[in-house]
């Protein structure tokens, strides 16, 4: 079922730049996409426009098959929350708990069902100890984690969020991406995530659209995105960086391979699978 569509969606800034020229796309409930671009690719821009932040200048977008002029604001807001990059652009409030319940507060809701709602989302990233914590007092990934749950406060269908991984140590980058992974599968929230991280890919998202100047090149799945090479090396991205050793074994070393292996499990398979097949021979058999 395609939760969001965005039909033909264009924008220019006011100094005359197109930054969306044109750009369509299906977004199915339940699913954790990508959207993979460079920087200056356009993947903020279109991300604004999917909970109302920004209006195109053509297109539409339409929200369960209803287009967005058909909903107030604060109900496109409900159904669809965001998180910035920066999770000092959008936190405000002195402590985590305020910060989290402000968006229930303006919902109108009673105290028990904002305290339950707080709680709730602050236990679902791992941050209720810290709901008395002064937000200064966080670290960079706790920011990001309250950013997260004061949008789940809310009880979006869709979490849209703008590169969670920038600014993040590998071990915070895992952290983050296993909450997410958590959130849509367990909670089936549907999840679009903009990064230029290609590794990450492969390893969390069920589909990726890749953005270039303004436009998208194509959306698929992993395998299927990345099988093009050229098409990835035009966009000024690189394969994983598995893919890319798989690459030169195939491309250099005359490995046989009819896909390119994009995470570690798939290669270490697909090499045992080769040496356990050259058993008789030396162990560099397993290139020919």
């Known amino acids: 079922m395609v939760i969001l569509q965005v039909r033909n969606i264009q924008y220019r800034y006011h100094d005359g730049t197109f930054a969306l020229r ?16 460079p920087n200056g690719s356009g993947k903020t821009t279109l991300l604004k426009h999917l909970n ?9 977008i339409l929200l369960e098959q209803k287009s967005f002029t058909q909903y107030t604001s604060r109900e496109i807001f409900q159904k669809v929350g965001i998180v910035f ?20 507060m303006n919902l109108g809701l009673s105290k028990s069902e904002i305290a339950h709602r707080v709680d709730e989302a602050l236990s679902l990233v791992g941050m209720k100890p810290y709901a ?25 269908a869709i979490l849209v969020l703008d590169e969670p991984t920038c600014g993040l140590d590998p071990a915070g980058v895992t952290s983050i991406m ?6 849509n599968s367990k909670h089936g929230i549907t999840i679009i995530m903009a990064t230029n991280m290609v590794d990450l890919v492969p390893v969390y998202m069920d589909r990726l659209a890749i953005m270039y100047q303004g436009n998208i090149l194509r959306v698929g799945t992993p395998e299927e995105v990345f099988s093009n090479a050229a098409e990835i090396k035009y966009a000024c991205l690189e394969l994983p960086q598995i893919a890319q050793l798989m690459q030169v074994l195939r491309d250099e070393e005359c490995l046989p391979l009819d896909t390119l292996p994009l995470t570690i499990g798939e290669a270490k398979k697909f090499l045992v699978s080769r040496l356990n097949g050259n058993r008789s021979g030396t162990a560099s058999s397993l290139i020919v």
């Open 85 to 104: 990059q920066d999770p000092n652009d959008q936190l405000f409030a002195p402590s985590v708990w305020e910060d989290v319940a402000f968006g229930p």
């Open 178 to 183: 296993m909450l997410l992974r958590e959130l």
């Open 52 to 60: 109302g932040l920004l209006k195109p200048v053509g297109g539409e």
């Open 132 to 156: 008395n914590k002064t937000v200064d007092a966080l670290s960079f990934g706790q920011k990001k984690r309250v950013c997260i749950a004061g949008v789940l406060a809310m009880r979006p």
């Open 22 to 37: 044109g750009v369509s796309l299906d977004i199915h409930k339940g699913e954790f996409l990508a959207i993979l671009g």
